[in-house]
């Protein structure tokens, strides 16, 4: 079997396409940055991966069937022999390396060997949240035929959107969106002065939620766009906490379109205005505050910076013990326990599945009482188990997210790859129970 005694970023070039994966789909296979695995193949061998990912790129070549290690061996020694790399290997893999680092499907070989491997098995295939209707009223919002509605149901409406996002219930979120993006010009033109700026502020909100269940969907561009909308009607707003509040889907959209450089840089930047501008004197503030660097750090994490990603959780970390309580002020779900969830998220970025799941373990799941938040911690736990080779685990924890939130489940473009993952890799009783559950659940494998 071959062997590599120390691996240069040029022999995990070699590995990754030998399994004939994206350098999105091998990071997350190794449960390292995706950062980290471009360097890989731009450095070549100037670059040596770290101890962890040393045992980790030896821990893939091990478990690597027949064939891929004989591909292996041959782009390994096209790869030394100079002028020959180029003519063995043109351009491997290089619209995949260089374009989606997102939640959707690169299109890669990897992900066509998936499929491949899984043809014939009777994958049920569940249908995508149908996103069409709320595009088609994001874009051309056309006056409902209703009665307008008040400034308090308008307030109801945006909060039971919030509620429903939240408990991951997103056709009926949809629903809701697709009934009130016609109804703000209306909302809008019947309000003056401090009203006009309370409309402006849940204006605000309103495309949030449109940005996240886009995000959620794998729809990165549009999400933007509402993003930005929603950044706007903030400004207008005038209000501190509401503009530090957009800025939390605005960091979130740029990371969906992998600009993680500038998702930190905003979300310090709003971070501090916000601190500035209130003294965080309210528990609004404070959660928004702490909601902004957790989404900083997670990009920070992204970039493979953990100075940066472990420094914003530290402040998120004081942000928690000033507010004192695990809560949901202005829709952020924030709290001591919130940070210790994104310490299990930013460990697996990094590359620490081990260390993600001894943090996951601490985690009080009795606090942790918003549907998505806890399904998003047992996705994570599946993602760690499955890059650290105890499939078992993985599939274990992907039914207790699946049991949390149905929706969540079926529509993220994350789980979709966990499952293939432990569909393609998993032997014996593991993989057939993986392939049926993802039959059942209708996950797009």
Wanted: charged share 25%; proline share 3%; hydrophobic share 45%.
């Amino acid at each position: 079997m071959a062997t590599v005694t120390t691996w240069t970023g040029q022999d995990a070039n070699a590995l990754r396409n030998a399994l004939r994966m994206s350098v999105t789909a091998f990071a997350e296979h190794l449960g390292a940055a995706r950062r980290t695995v471009a360097k890989w193949s731009s450095q070549g061998d100037k670059v040596l991966p770290r101890a962890d990912m040393q045992a980790a790129l030896d821990t893939v070549l091990a478990r690597a069937t027949p064939e891929v290690r004989e591909r292996f061996e041959a782009l390994r020694t096209a790869g030394t022999s100079g002028a020959t790399a180029g003519a063995a290997r043109p351009d491997a893999g290089a619209h995949a390396d260089t374009g989606d680092d997102g939640d959707g499907d690169s299109g890669s070989d990897g992900d066509v060997r998936r499929r491949d491997l899984l043809r014939g098995a009777a994958i049920g295939v569940a249908a995508a949240p149908n996103v069409a209707p709320l595009l088609d009223a994001l874009f051309s919002p056309a006056h409902s035929d209703g009665a307008a509605l008040s400034f308090p149901q308008f307030t109801r409406a945006v909060g039971a959107a919030k509620v429903d996002y939240q408990a991951c219930r997103y056709e009926r979120v949809l629903g809701r969106l697709v009934t009130l993006l016609p109804s703000l010009e209306p909302v809008k033109s019947g309000a003056d002065g401090e009203r006009r700026q309370r409309v402006e502020a849940l204006t605000a909100d309103l495309y949030h939620v449109v940005g996240s269940v886009l995000l959620k969907v794998g729809d990165r561009g549009m999400a933007l766009v509402a993003a930005e909308r929603s950044t706007r009607a903030a400004a207008m707003s005038q209000d501190p906490v509401a503009i530090a509040a957009s800025a939390r889907i605005m960091t979130h959209a740029l990371m969906g379109n992998s600009h993680d450089a500038q998702a930190v840089t905003l979300a310090g930047n709003a971070a501090d205005s916000l601190d500035r501008d209130t003294r965080l004197a309210s528990t609004d503030a404070v959660a928004v505050y702490g909601a902004l660097v957790l989404r900083g750090a997670i990009a920070a994490a992204r970039q493979d910076d953990r100075d940066t990603a472990h420094a914003m959780l530290d402040e998120a970390t004081r942000a928690a013990t000033r507010l004192g309580y695990d809560g949901n002020d202005r829709w952020t779900g924030f709290g001591a326990t919130n940070v210790l969830l994104h310490r299990v998220n930013i460990a697996l970025t990094l590359g620490d599945a081990g260390t993600a799941i001894a943090i996951a373990r601490t985690v009080p799941l009795e606090k942790v009482t918003l549907a998505e938040r806890k399904a998003s911690l047992f996705v994570d736990v599946a993602r760690a188990y499955t890059q650290w080779g105890r499939y078992e685990h993985g599939l274990s924890a992907l039914r207790t997210a699946y049991e949390v939130a149905p929706e969540e489940i079926r529509c993220r473009p994350t789980v979709q790859r966990i499952a293939s993952d432990l569909a393609m890799l998993a032997t014996g009783s593991v993989r057939t129970a993986a392939v049926g559950f993802a039959q059942s659940a209708g996950i797009r494998l």
